[in-house]
């Protein structure tokens, strides 16, 4: 695995962000004590990101591909406005059921919809535009999830890719994952209808804007 940041470095930027509220602490603790795969939660420095970049876009309409236990989500839904909604897609009961008794302990989680299957499905369904896009899912099917939503999404509106650099894999993929993340890269950078960036945080994370 490469580590793009030195921790100590990671530490120092943490210890000079927004301090992680106790909520998300105990979410992130019983995250890594009950679940086989901890390093897929976002953490404090990229929630705080998510949060920010809701606010800043002035969203009001989320969608998340990939729940988990529920911390980008609950990050997100508090950055977005009384009356805003993040709808978030996930097909796992067990890391759900985690997220849920954390929303439901937060004033921001009655602003959460949760909804279990294929997020292609869910993504099918949905009406009316939609402000940010947040992809965090299954790898193989980022590039179908992309080519789904950005439709759905508003000129201005946003649309974030996590783990686009899988642990430096992308620059000779092997495997499954890597092969598909390194062809939604190129499929994004030659896609006109965003502007975009890729930014080495944590896994990486793809920034782009819908013209």
Not at 148 to 155: Q, S
């Amino acid at each position: 695995m490469i580590s793009f940041i030195p921790e100590d470095i990671q530490a120092y930027a943490d210890a000079h962000s927004s301090p992680e509220a106790t909520l998300y602490q105990e979410l992130a603790a019983e995250t890594r004590a009950a679940t086989t795969q901890p390093q897929m939660m976002v953490g404090h420095g990229e929630g705080l990101l998510l949060k920010l970049l809701v606010r800043m876009t002035s969203a009001r309409r989320v969608l998340e591909i990939g729940t988990f236990t529920g911390y980008s989500a609950l990050a997100m839904a508090e950055g977005l406005p009384d009356g805003g909604e993040i709808v978030t897609c996930d097909i796992d009961p067990k890391a759900t059921a985690i997220a849920t008794k954390y929303w439901n302990r937060s004033p921001h989680g009655k602003k959460i919809v949760l909804r279990l299957g294929p997020a292609l499905d869910t993504i099918a369904g949905l009406t009316g535009a939609i402000d940010l896009v947040f992809i965090d899912a299954d790898k193989t099917n980022y590039t179908r999830y992309w080519d789904a939503c950005l439709p759905k999404v508003r000129a201005g509106g946003v649309i974030l890719a996590d783990n686009v650099l899988w642990s430096g894999e992308v620059l000779a993929p092997k495997e499954a994952d890597a092969l598909a993340l390194a062809a939604f890269n190129e499929h994004i950078a030659r896609d006109p209808r965003v502007e975009h960036v890729m930014l080495p945080i944590r896994d990486g994370i793809t920034v782009a804007v819908k013209r």
